[in-house]
């Protein structure tokens, strides 16, 4: 139920929260502050905050800020799991406002809503072109609504790709008919990134196993096909290998940008300048083909406008800072004065806890490792830990750094980690991972 961004107001109580959602528009301090307290009060389950949310969803107001923290609300109140909010959030089916109609269909599907009459105002609302229709889709789809089959079959063949295979996935999930699965290969490919990223969803949502090894080609953020995995591993237990489920997850951790297919292409040569400049483009492809060019320049002519960017806007900037992580261990040959930056570089973004950069931890570790191997074991340590940082990924990446070739220390440095990570880490690949590391460990 948590997320990264929750609790980012740790000096608001529960009871300052609820008093906020209580005041009248006009005496807020800010327009943001309804929104602010409706986010905050996910740290907060129980009645009263149950209560708060439910109470300023029947507030009536054409204010934009009312309007903004309602959508809000409604979303806190599903990943709360307040049964009990279903029926006022069912009535929001019938809003004016498309987005809030968006917020409560997927809340009504995150509450496994099984109200009849509301699903079939679901099915109604997908006649609807001005509705966000993929949503109402997907969960039509959750909710195992087997008398929208038809009506979510007809679009199919819509035009754009994103309804497309929401309605290919729903369909797979409520009929079983896989005959169209193999589409969906096709729509991780897309030109447009936004539909590539829904298509990546739709594979989940569609069990598609099978699309995996496509699906690690796309060229989308590594977020997404990590997801993905997880996923689509956790859904087919009984018949996918540990071994290819580990593979998968290397494979994406890693995020060797050869292995993925770009969608674009360079006519001539650019300047590496500009190539450092494509690993902060918002379409990943883009990111991917720079990243592929960059590794056949000079490492000198690379640091030099690496370092240009890292100074002016590269620390700050999270896609551009995750590719930068990756290609300091994908260039082998720095120069001595380039090698003492990206040290410090690496280290600290080995120990950065904000939540937009969440990528880049693992990366550097990886990274660290291949560079700097005689200097890991108090980074690996750290990283081995769940004291040590939070995200699991980067757990896993101490492990893929252990089973290394390029890494020489004997396993039995860190014997007593791996060992607790296989018996009682949360996260299932990394316990699959620690276990495969002992398998051939003798028994004493």
Not at 80 to 109: C, T
Not at 216 to 231: N, T, Y
């Amino acid at each position: 139920m948590s997320g990264l961004f929750d609790n980012i107001h740790l000096g608001l109580a529960q009871d300052d929260a609820i008093k906020i959602l209580a005041k009248d528009a006009q005496d807020l301090d800010s327009g943001s502050d309804y929104y602010m307290a409706v986010s905050h009060l996910i740290n907060f389950p129980g009645p009263a905050a149950n209560d708060a949310l439910l109470s300023f969803l029947c507030k009536t107001s054409t204010e934009s800020s009312v309007r903004l923290a309602q959508r809000k609300a409604v979303e806190v109140l599903a990943r709360l799991g307040v049964d009990s909010a279903q029926s006022k959030i069912a009535s929001f089916l019938d809003s004016s406002d498309i987005y809030m109609v968006e917020n409560a269909a997927w809340a009504l599907a995150r509450l496994n809503c099984q109200d009849r009459s509301v699903h079939q105002r679901l099915i109604q609302l997908l006649d609807d072109p001005n509705q966000n229709q993929r949503v109402i889709i997907q969960s039509l789809s959750q909710l195992s609504v087997i008398t929208a089959l038809s009506r979510i079959a007809s679009l199919k063949d819509h035009e754009r790709s994103s309804i497309r295979g929401a309605a290919i996935a729903a369909t797979i999930n409520l009929s079983g008919d896989r005959t169209r699965l193999g589409e969906l290969s096709d729509h991780l490919f897309d030109s447009n990134q936004m539909d590539r990223q829904s298509a990546v969803q739709d594979v989940i949502d569609a069990g598609g196993i099978e699309l995996l090894p496509t699906l690690l080609k796309a060229p989308v953020s590594p977020a997404f096909r990590l997801r993905a995995v997880r996923a689509l591993v956790e859904n087919s237990l009984a018949k996918q290998p540990k071994s290819e489920a580990l593979s998968a997850v290397d494979q994406v951790l890693r995020d060797d940008p050869r292995s993925i297919t770009v969608l674009h292409h360079y006519g001539d040569p650019l300047p590496t300048k500009l190539l450092v400049e494509g690993l902060f483009h918002p379409d990943f492809s883009r990111c991917y083909l720079a990243m592929q060019a960059l590794l056949d320049r000079d490492s000198e002519d690379v640091w030099h406008h690496v370092l240009a960017n890292w100074q002016e806007k590269a620390h700050n900037d999270y896609g551009a800072h995750y590719f930068m992580m990756h290609l300091f261990g994908l260039i082998r040959d720095w120069n001595a004065e380039a090698l003492t930056s990206i040290h410090d570089i690496l280290f600290d973004a080995f120990r950065d806890r904000r939540p937009q950069f969440k990528k880049s931890p693992s990366a550097a570790l990886l990274s660290y490792a291949r560079l700097y191997p005689h200097q890991c074991e108090h980074i690996l340590k750290s990283a081995l830990s769940h004291n040590g940082h939070p995200f699991w990924d980067v757990r896993y990446a101490a492990l893929i750094v252990i089973k290394s070739t390029f890494f020489n220390e004997s396993l039995s440095r860190y014997l007593g980690q791996v060992q607790d990570l296989a018996h009682s880490d949360p996260e299932i690949l990394v316990r699959w991972k620690a276990q495969s590391l002992l398998e051939n460990v003798p028994m004493s």
